[in-house]
């Protein structure tokens, strides 16, 4: 089996930090190569500030990005694994995962709930009037 790179993020620069499309191509290729493309945009989902400004609402300070991962599976598979990955910490809860990496806080939270969402340029985003 041939492994997977994942280059969405800097092809699209999704970030204005480029290390952060860097972070986040590893993030896909990672989760693609242990399950499948269609697995991690189905599970995979940007919220809070993040998601409005991808939906075009611009905001004037994102102070963090919001993930959220719909699979158990996944979710526990990039708990052991994200060590592997370019972060400076990680900050460990049942409920979620704190990285920080290149000067960005990344909050990635488990969800068993069913999240509207949309499709932005390949990447899964919680609906717009769904972010609270």
Request: net charge neutral; aromatic share 18%.
């Given at each position: 089996m041939a492994i997977a790179y994942y280059t969405g993020f800097t092809d699209?620069?999704?970030?204005?930090?480029?290390?952060l499309n860097v972070f986040?191509?590893?993030?896909?290729?990672?989760l693609t190569n242990a399950f499948t493309t269609d697995l991690v945009t189905k599970n995979v989902i940007f919220d809070g500030a993040i998601a409005l400004e991808l939906q075009g609402t611009k905001q004037s300070k994102i102070n963090y990005v919001a993930m959220l991962i719909t699979s158990e599976?996944?979710?526990r598979?990039?708990?052991?694994?994200?060590?592997?990955l370019d972060v400076s910490r990680v900050e460990?809860?049942?409920e979620f995962l704190q990285l920080h990496v290149h000067g960005m806080?990344?909050?990635?939270?488990?969800?068993y709930r069913s999240i509207p969402t949309t499709d932005i340029n390949g990447l899964t985003v919680r609906y717009i009037?769904?972010?609270k």
């Open positions: 699209n620069i999704v970030f204005y930090n480029g290390a986040y191509n590893q993030l896909y290729s990672c599976e996944m979710y598979f990039l708990s052991a694994t994200i060590y592997s460990k809860t049942p806080i990344i909050r990635i939270s488990l969800s009037n769904d972010i």
